[in-house]
């Protein structure tokens, strides 16, 4: 069975920036589309991005400019930079499917951004 285990996170002044990284356990994850998602307190979880096989990438607008997902298949790694953190950025960040697939739902890894 598959697994996704995200770190990286922690706590960020404002316009500081982190890099996520989600380990997969490869097979299907080197060909599926992959999204960062991120919930914050009393918020439903949101995608914030995606990227294909072939390197293809969306971003929700919030993030636009200021976030970059990529991958490594060799390593088994999908990234998430993210630069000019804001405040309203901070929540917990999971990777998953892009049709993200409830059994794949790991402990995310938190980021906390405060001054």
């Known amino acids: 069975q598959g697994q996704l285990v995200e770190s990286g996170g922690g706590l960020v002044q404002p316009g500081g920036s982190l890099r996520l990284s989600c380990l997969t356990s490869g097979g299907m994850f080197s060909i599926a589309r992959m999204g960062w998602y991120r919930q914050a307190p009393g918020n439903q979880r949101e995608l914030v991005a995606s990227i294909t096989s072939d390197g293809e990438t969306t971003y929700t607008d919030s993030v636009k400019g200021r976030f970059t997902i990529s991958r490594d298949n060799a390593k088994n790694t999908v990234y998430l930079q993210m630069n000019s953190l804001k405040p309203e950025d901070a929540a917990v960040y999971y990777c998953?499917?892009?049709?993200?697939?409830?059994?794949?739902w790991g402990q995310g890894t938190q980021v906390t951004v405060s001054s």
């Open positions: 998953n499917t892009y049709e993200p697939i409830r059994a794949y």
